[in-house]
């Protein structure tokens, strides 16, 4: 299966884990951390969180690289919340977690603030590091600031990316329209559990 994944055989690879199913061969945690990358990269995220999750059944971790192209699937797909929850969980199994990672909680621990510059300001350490933004980083700063922060915050950060041409025109008008829905969605969350408190 890792041989079918690197060569870009994704679905030999998916048909590979189909016929060790059939046959009842039993898979490992590591059979499931491919299939997790064959799955994001076809566009099945839920097949690729159901793997996941069996992973998990069997008491072990995905490999990091399963973790890593699962975060992006959600990342792409507007999971946030599921997203930033993966990052917590790999980082907290992990030895050594990938560093897109690690920053994407300094964001959102630095959108405590509420304030532009702080959350630019972590975002060149990254850029010193040799690392570029990435839709992790963009769903960190989203995920962040609507928790902690405001839209003009928010809006603030991602004009700034735009400036510093991180991020594209294309792509600000898509995290522009994340912004409000994840904005909308929270306030949406508080209201309802506002109602079931009362």
């Given at each position: ?18 016929e ?5 061969v ?19 995220i ?9 992973v998990?059944?069997?008491s ?13 699937g ?28 690690k920053?994407?909680l300094r ?8 304030n ?5 300001e ?8 040799g ?38 025109e ?7 329209e ?8 929270k ?12």
């Open positions: 299966m890792d041989a079918l994944y690197k060569t870009g055989e994704i679905q030999k690879a998916l048909s590979l884990l189909s060790m199913k059939d046959y009842k039993e898979l490992d945690s590591s059979s499931y951390s491919i299939a997790i990358c064959c799955f994001v990269e076809k566009g099945e839920q097949e690729a969180c159901s793997c996941q999750n069996k998990i059944e069997m072990c971790v995905p490999s990091v690289p399963a973790y890593l192209s699962l975060v992006r959600l990342c792409q797909t507007e999971e946030i919340d599921a997203a930033m929850m993966l990052v917590r969980e790999c980082l907290g199994n992990v030895e050594s977690g990938p560093m897109e990672f920053y994407a964001v959102i621990h630095v959108c405590k603030e509420s532009a510059a702080k959350v630019i972590v975002l060149d350490e990254m850029k010193e590091e690392l570029s933004p990435s839709e992790v980083i963009f769903c960190a700063i989203i995920f962040g600031i609507c928790k902690h922060g405001t839209l003009q915050t928010c809006k603030e950060v991602f004009a700034e990316l735009k400036d510093r041409k991180d991020l594209a294309t792509d600000m008008v898509v995290y522009d994340m912004i409000i829905e994840h904005m909308n969605k306030t949406s969350d508080l209201v309802l559990s506002g109602f079931l408190w009362s």
